[in-house]
């Protein structure tokens, strides 16, 4: 087969490379027929699962990578690191075991376990930190960050899908002549969900420049969502490449519509689609009218099979009747919502401390800092002289802290969430006199307090 030409009729390939989407060799688009309200207008869904890690992100990984090496970026190191919520890592990661590099993604333990499980499958180093769902761009705190930290060290690079031009070009380069040739230049109207909005960014400006008159639709949930990959209004703002004067209409879905439109689209449709098709589809719906002339592609990002913990969540009562959940999981629920409570019950004067605060006693009282965080993160930064006991081994108590159980204690982690936690956890061993950092050792930086650096 070598030295052979691929061939895209025939689908034949002679690495997996080869498979990336291009206008020769498009995902498919195909018409929904039943779960759209219309008798004239025709809807396709482009299904990106049918790249070949699995969503429109390989796309942009591609592009992302074969720019950075084209600029010499990537002439000095061999390793990645970025804060992704899942699809992008998962682009990388096999490109970069394709093509020799390794990859670092930082990423919010809120993600799906499915998403999380899979990444470290593939070969990821996956750096798990609390955060919200979706990093928020320029924020203290979070996976991107934690990913700008790591990038300064010399033998990392971090290509930063929020911010990069080769981004949104990916999908100018490809996506936008797909849908063009697809549509046999008939497309009046785009729509996608936004993430890191590289899709429409890129897709949109291409198709404007073949007719102005496409109608471009962004699509974004409501706040406090909870569909990886996209961003609400408010989370939009810090996005770089989020570019409202060239979309004709932004439109926001609940969450509810969102997944109960993808589960009418897998079961109506035979369309195996993921919870973000479903807010694409809906937001489309919403704002598009029944025209003759009408022609809408509505980008379909990834398929259903990373989100079963999403959709046992979102829909409980079509498991009642299976083994482990979530009868099991209604009662984990509960008691998640009791612990919850007893956290939120916790954060006030007795029970926290504020940063200056702590600065001003360290040196008066010499209390014991007690970094709950895990020895990977605990290692990249911590408060100078705060000893690493990850929550987990504080609970089992198979260590030595002092026999003064009223001795001062303050407990530590990235912005004061886990740090309660453990101060629970020491009070109810008999410690007295702990308190739980309020702001974390983000804070602590961000006030310029002394530090320990890798
Ligand atoms: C599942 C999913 N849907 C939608 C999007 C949004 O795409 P974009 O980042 O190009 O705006 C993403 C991006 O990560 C995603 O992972």
Redo the contacts with the bound molecule.
């Keep these: 087969m070598k030295g052979k030409q691929t061939d895209h009729i025939k689908r034949v390939y002679h690495s997996i490379e080869e498979m990336l989407s291009s206008e020769d060799n498009p995902t498919p688009i195909v018409q929904l027929n039943r779960v759209v309200p219309y008798k004239q207008t025709k809807l396709y869904a482009k299904l990106e699962w049918y790249n070949p890690f699995g969503?429109?992100?390989d796309r942009i990984g591609a592009n992302l990578l074969t720019d950075a090496e084209e600029k010499g970026l990537m002439d000095k190191v061999n390793q990645l690191v970025e804060p992704t919520?899942?699809?992008?890592g998962f682009a990388l990661a096999m490109l970069a075991n394709a093509k020799g590099y390794s990859l670092k993604a930082t990423l919010s333990s809120m993600i799906p376990i499915e998403k999380r499980t899979l990444l470290r499958f593939f070969g990821c180093d996956v750096l798990e930190i609390e955060d919200t769902l979706c990093p928020a761009p320029g924020a203290p705190e979070g996976a991107i960050a934690l990913a700008i930290e790591t990038a300064q060290k010399p033998d990392f690079h971090m290509l930063n899908q929020y911010s990069n031009q080769a981004n949104p070009n990916a999908h100018y380069k490809t996506t936008g002549p797909e849908v063009w040739k697809q549509t046999e230049q008939k497309i009046t109207h785009f729509v996608?969900?936004?993430?890191?909005?590289?899709?429409?960014t890129g897709t949109g400006t291409f198709l404007k420049e073949k007719n102005s008159s496409i109608k471009l639709i962004g699509v974004h949930p409501e706040e406090g969502h909870d569909i990886?990959?996209?961003r609400s209004i408010i989370q939009l703002q810090q996005t770089k490449l989020f570019r409202p004067e060239l979309y004709d209409q932004l439109i926001e879905v609940s969450n509810r519509e969102a997944f109960d439109l993808c589960l009418r689209i897998n079961r109506e449709e035979s369309i195996i689609a993921?919870p973000?098709s479903g807010l694409a589809l809906a937001g489309a719906i919403k704002v598009i009218q029944d025209r003759e002339d009408a022609v809408v592609v509505v980008i379909f990002?990834?398929n259903a099979f990373k989100y079963a913990s999403s959709f046992q969540r979102h829909f409980p009562e079509m498991f009642e009747n299976m083994v482990g959940s979530p009868t099991q999981s209604d009662i984990k629920n509960e008691k998640e919502e009791l612990f919850d409570k007893m956290i939120e019950l916790c954060r006030n004067d007795l029970n926290t401390i504020d940063l200056n605060e702590a600065y001003n006693i360290k040196s008066k009282t010499n209390p014991i800092f007690i970094d709950v965080r895990s020895s990977d993160q605990y290692s990249a930064t911590h408060i100078v002289d705060a000893i690493n006991i990850p929550i987990n081994n504080l609970l089992l108590g198979n260590y030595k802290l002092t026999k003064d159980k009223d001795y001062p204690i303050i407990t530590v982690c990235n912005v004061g969430n886990q740090s309660i936690e453990g101060l629970l956890i020491l009070k109810s061993l008999g410690y007295s006199n702990v308190k739980s950092l309020n702001g974390g050792t983000t804070g602590w930086i961000l006030k310029g307090f002394p530090i320990v650096k890798k």
């Design positions: 969503s429109l992100k919520s899942g699809n992008t996608a969900a936004l993430g890191t909005c590289g899709t429409l990886p990959g996209v993921g973000s990002p990834d």
